[in-house]
């Protein structure tokens, strides 16, 4: 790698906010000799056009020796991240590379066939004349040949080990802050009538232990390999055939990992296993029967050495969230003096992304009935706050989401709400940023990957603290073990991913309200993982003044024919706030705090 070159590889004409400091803070981290280092680059700075400067950088062909590893990886978990890549002028040099079921086969009679079920491998020995005019294999034959290959992390990943994209000089990771998660999911490994093909087939025992799981997951791979080798034996598959084939090689190597890591006595992973009930209850007290099956990691180094560090020379990681360098470094593997942390100045104005509290009541699984109703009122006002300007809600959960649409449309605002489901939130998402109707988006798990910039939207709430589900085994564990900061610290960095969606340029604005009071208790017990831009945004919170509960005006600009309907449900709630949110903007954030108990008490919810 030549850091010297980061100047000239850097992809714009001219730089904008903190860029040019950016880049030589990154050339001197590498210069020193750390192998990897992290960009916390908030929102808008620009992290694509650092991330090629430093792709740029890797060795060349013509640079070393034969066997020297040339070229750079850029990859990121979000594939709206990479859909942005392939789309930007300016980073026309990454070649893009996708999975096959992302791609449709060219033959003829194939045409809404996905590649990964196409005759190439649905026909043993077939020989394919236009293979050369593959999309897929045209894609990867470029990116593989490329001074730069971009990908998302679940592909890299997948790739490991691979002959055709081998270790390369840079690897370069954008939104890097989770992937101690990220990789503790592509390692988790679950076992049920819906990820093994003949499940209904299997005797699942009860198991009772990891050492147990162990021994049951060798015996499944070697089932699962005799009835791959019974489909390979056949001349033609049907793409049902296919798709088993492909999960059963996929099964074999996942059950095969964790039986190999897990028997190693030096690799530094625990695992966990979840067991549910099974369906079938008459099984003999002699051989209990088990249900599903999910196995998990914890801390996967070893699965990330494998995945991610054996697959470059030196490492940039990118992300506006990477709170804390030493707790970061010890949860994906990394010696934390190999490792340099650049920060990048936030630029854009404090006064322009405001946060506000208007809090009313916490959100917990047991306190959420009597809270709910009082959010819902809230985001009445709100709307009658922004008559003409779209606002996002982040309901956290489908059950928040439900709750909350059936309230407002109640109150008779409803036909300013728009919703989605887990099958059609993209085009639910994509229909509401198009319209010009200053509608409302009730979202689930859209903290992340999302640009609203300028009118798109103007305004959000966020309804519940994004806590951990401790009902999940692997979060259990760790806070058994004391692991509160980390809690904490991962909630917080998902609030302020959240922050960022409505604010994306110098000149942009928007407001993000704070619904539940658990996130203004967050903010006191993370102070410390907070990075400074984002506590200046804390330090300057207050509690706005709002207009009063009133549906009607609520509706604002919306130009639709439904007013009636919706005035009529209007007349069902009252016109007063009934002393539900009346606290003023000068009621001490002290009083709340002397009123918290446990820690779990606070974040206690297993409804996920």
Same mark, same amino acid.
């Given at each position: 790698m030549n850091p010297e070159r980061l100047f000239e590889e850097f992809p714009a004409p001219?730089?904008? /906010?903190?860029?040019?400091?950016?880049?030589?803070?990154?050339?001197?981290?590498? %210069?020193? /000799?750390?192998?990897?280092?992290?960009?916390?680059?908030? %929102?808008?700075?620009?992290?694509?056009l650092l991330a090629r400067a430093v792709a740029g950088c890797a060795r060349r062909a013509d640079e070393g020796d034969p066997s020297d590893a040339t070229g750079a990886y850029y990859t990121t978990p979000q594939v709206s991240q990479l859909d942005d890549v392939a789309t930007d002028d300016l980073l026309a040099d990454l070649n893009v590379i996708r999975g096959k079921s992302n791609y449709?086969?060219?033959?003829?009679? =194939?045409? =809404?066939?996905?590649?990964?079920?196409?005759?190439?491998?649905?026909?043993?020995?077939y020989d394919c004349a236009v293979k050369h005019r593959c999309p897929y294999f045209s894609d990867r034959a470029i990116a593989s040949n490329r001074e730069i290959a971009a990908m998302t992390l679940a592909y890299f990943m997948q790739t490991a080990g691979s002959e055709v994209f081998r270790k390369r000089d840079v690897v370069v990771v954008d939104e890097a802050h989770g992937l101690a998660e990220w990789a503790e999911m592509y390692a988790t490994i679950q076992l049920g009538p819906r990820t093994v093909p003949f499940w209904d087939e299997l005797r699942v025992p009860e198991v009772d232990s990891v050492e147990r799981a162990a021994r049951y997951a060798d015996n499944l791979a070697g089932t699962c390999e005799r009835r791959k080798d019974e489909l390979l034996a056949q001349e033609t598959l049907s793409p049902a055939d296919v798709r088993e084939r492909d999960r059963l090689q996929e099964l074999i190597g996942e059950l095969e990992w964790f039986v190999s890591d897990y028997r190693d006595p030096q690799s530094p992973? @625990?695992?966990?296993?979840?067991?549910? =009930?099974?369906?079938?209850?008459?099984?003999?007290?002699?051989?209990?029967? /088990?249900?599903?099956?999910?196995?998990?990691?914890m801390n996967p180094e070893k699965y990330l050495q494998h995945t991610v560090w054996d697959r470059g020379n030196k490492f940039a990681l990118l992300s506006a969230t990477i709170l804390n360098k030493a707790a970061f470094c010890r949860q994906v593997g990394l010696e934390p003096e190999r490792v340099a942390l650049v920060d990048v100045e936030h630029t854009f104005p404090v006064e322009n992304r405001p946060l506000y509290d208007v809090t009313q009541g916490k959100m917990t699984y047991e306190q959420r009935d009597e809270t709910t109703p009082k959010?819902?009122? @809230?985001?009445?006002?709100?709307?009658?706050?922004?008559?003409?300007?779209?606002?996002?809600?982040?309901?956290?959960?489908?059950?928040?989401?439900?709750?909350?649409?059936?309230?407002?449309?109640?109150?008779?605002?409803? =036909?300013r709400i728009r919703t989605h489901d887990r099958d059609g939130r993209d085009a639910a998402l994509e229909a509401w940023k198009a319209s010009d109707e200053p509608d409302v988006f009730l979202s689930v798990k859209m903290e992340e990957a999302l640009d609203l910039k300028g009118d798109l939207c103007r305004w959000q709430v966020l309804c519940k603290a994004p806590f951990l589900n401790t009902g999940d085994s692997r979060v259990a564990h760790r806070l058994e073990e004391g692991q509160w900061a980390w809690y904490y610290r991962t909630t917080l960095r998902t609030v302020i991913q959240a922050c960022g969606r409505v604010v994306r340029a110098p000149d942009d604005y928007g407001a993000t309200y704070l619904a539940d009071s658990s996130l203004v208790d967050l903010f006191e017990r993370a102070r410390t993982d907070m990075p400074d831009w984002f506590a200046a945004q804390v330090d300057r919170m207050e509690r706005?003044?709002?207009?009063?509960?009133?549906?009607?005006?609520?509706?604002?600009?919306?130009?639709?024919?439904?007013?009636?309907e919706g005035a009529s449900r209007s007349s069902r709630a009252s016109e007063a706030d009934a002393g539900h949110d009346d606290r003023t903007s000068s009621r001490s954030r002290r009083s709340r705090r002397s009123s918290r108990s446990s820690p779990l008490a606070d974040v206690w919810d297993t409804d996920e």
């Open positions: 001219s730089y904008r /906010g903190a860029q040019e400091q950016a880049l030589r803070d990154i050339r001197d981290a590498f %210069t020193a /000799g750390n192998d990897v280092v992290l960009v916390r680059a908030p %929102t808008g700075s620009g992290k694509s449709t086969c060219i033959l003829p009679d =194939e045409r =809404e066939t996905p590649v990964n079920q196409a005759p190439c491998v649905r026909e043993r020995g992973t @625990t695992w966990l296993v979840d067991q549910s =009930e099974p369906r079938d209850r008459d099984a003999s007290e002699d051989d209990p029967a /088990g249900g599903p099956l999910t196995i998990k990691p959010i819902a009122r @809230t985001i009445v006002r709100l709307m009658a706050h922004h008559p003409d300007e779209k606002g996002l809600i982040h309901a956290h959960s489908y059950d928040i989401q439900e709750r909350l649409a059936d309230l407002l449309v109640d109150f008779g605002v409803g =036909e706005p003044e709002l207009p009063a509960f009133d549906p009607q005006a609520a509706l604002g600009g919306a130009t639709r024919t439904a007013r009636s």
